[in-house]
């Protein structure tokens, strides 16, 4: 069973950085395509980017493209989204996904990912 574990979410303020991680507990973690998606209460979990199995292409929601930058170690089987100028409007929790098909390309679609973390909370304040 995968599980992927968040962390790095906190409270900060508007047009500070923040770096999350999500660490994996499986060795096919360098096969696996990651995402991070964001939720708010009463609102749809929402893609914000993802990288495909390599680590060469990733892809970004236009409301944080220029801002957020999604990278990942394969050797240390973690994936991380570092934040920068933050807006109140990420306020949200934000979920690590994992797409264990092989050498996945990675996606903006939630129904591609079949391994999701617990979350980490983000709040940004004005």
């Known amino acids: 069973q995968v599980q992927l574990v968040e962390s790095g979410g906190g409270l900060v303020q508007a047009g500070d950085s923040l770096r999350l991680s999500c660490v994996a507990n499986v060795r096919a973690f360098s096969t696996y395509a990651l995402g991070w998606f964001r939720q708010v209460p009463g609102k749809e979990r929402e893609f914000v980017a993802a990288?495909?199995?390599?680590?060469?292409?990733?892809y970004y929601a236009d409301s944080v493209k220029g801002r957020f930058t999604m990278s990942r170690d394969n050797a240390k089987n973690t994936v991380y989204l570092r934040m920068n100028s933050l807006k109140p409007e990420d306020t949200a929790v934000y979920y690590c996904?994992?797409?264990?098909?092989?050498?996945?390309?990675?996606?903006?679609?939630?129904?591609?990912?079949?391994?999701w973390g617990q979350g980490t909370q983000v709040t940004v304040s004005s």
């Open positions: 996904a994992a797409d264990s098909a092989f050498l996945s390309r990675g996606s903006r679609s939630e129904g591609s990912y079949d391994y």
């Open positions: 990288v495909n199995w390599s680590g060469d292409i990733t």
